[in-house]
């Protein structure tokens, strides 16, 4: 019984939340009343960027989408995100069908272009796409940087910071040494 008074809440919120970001950004902003998204997201749109939701989504609470100038960002159907997750985009970012993100994951496809004179303080950017293919689970905590490419089916295990591309049916660890020392 709760787990359905808890589903009205939320397509209730969503359809006031999103019909009102809709009236804002008529052109930027595609989305399905039925998908299941916490009211406690924060999405963040500008006039020329582009977001798509697909169908049967399921977004946690504190999880931020941000699209600054021209970004455009999409996410599958039948994606989850997790807890307190964070995509920004600058340019773009495709999230596949059926995609899991853990809690935590930040997605960011620019970086301050520090080598540039004033790059970081006039905020210069470089910007380079990010994919993620479908049925890809990213675990809890992993940052997906600029660039990066992830084939389908793939598993990024948690605490990973990965840029560049990776194929399809892998699994990408982040290995790093502990050293346990007796008191
Ligand atoms: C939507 C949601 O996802 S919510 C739930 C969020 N859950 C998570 O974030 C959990 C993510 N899970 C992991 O990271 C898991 O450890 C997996 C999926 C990568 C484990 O994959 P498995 O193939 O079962 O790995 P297994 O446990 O057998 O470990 C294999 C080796 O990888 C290492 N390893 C496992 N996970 C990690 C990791 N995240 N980072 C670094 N090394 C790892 C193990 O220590 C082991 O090393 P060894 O061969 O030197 O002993």
């Known amino acids: 019984m709760t787990k359905y008074l808890h589903a009205i809440f939320y397509i209730f919120c969503n359809s006031v939340k999103f019909t009102s970001l809709k009236l804002l950004h008529i052109n930027s902003f595609k989305f399905h ?3 299941f998204i916490s009211p406690l997201t924060n999405i963040q749109l500008s006039k020329e960027s582009k977001l798509t939701f697909g169908e049967n989504l399921k977004i946690r609470s504190g999880v931020k989408i941000h699209l600054r100038k021209a970004a455009k960002i ?3 159907d039948n994606t989850f995100i ?3 997750s964070m995509i920004v985009s600058h340019e773009q970012i495709i999230i596949g069908r059926n995609v899991q993100i853990g ?3 930040m997605i960011f496809d620019h970086d301050h272009d520090f080598r540039s004179e004033n790059g970081v303080s006039d905020m ?3 910007t380079d ?3 993620i293919g479908d049925n890809v689970w990213i675990g809890a905590n992993s940052v997906i940087l600029r660039g990066t ?3 389908e089916n793939t598993v990024v ?3 990973a910071i990965i840029k560049g591309e990776y194929e399809k049916n892998a699994i990408i660890l982040n290995k790093s040494e502990i050293t346990v020392l007796t008191q």
């Open 33 to 35: 009343y039925l998908n």
């Open 74 to 76: 999409t996410i599958g």
């Open 82 to 84: 997790n807890y307190n």
């Open 103 to 105: 809690p935590n994951v």
């Open 124 to 126: 210069k950017y470089k």
């Open 129 to 131: 796409p990010i994919q």
């Open 149 to 151: 490419k992830i084939g």
């Open 157 to 159: 295990g948690a605490g």
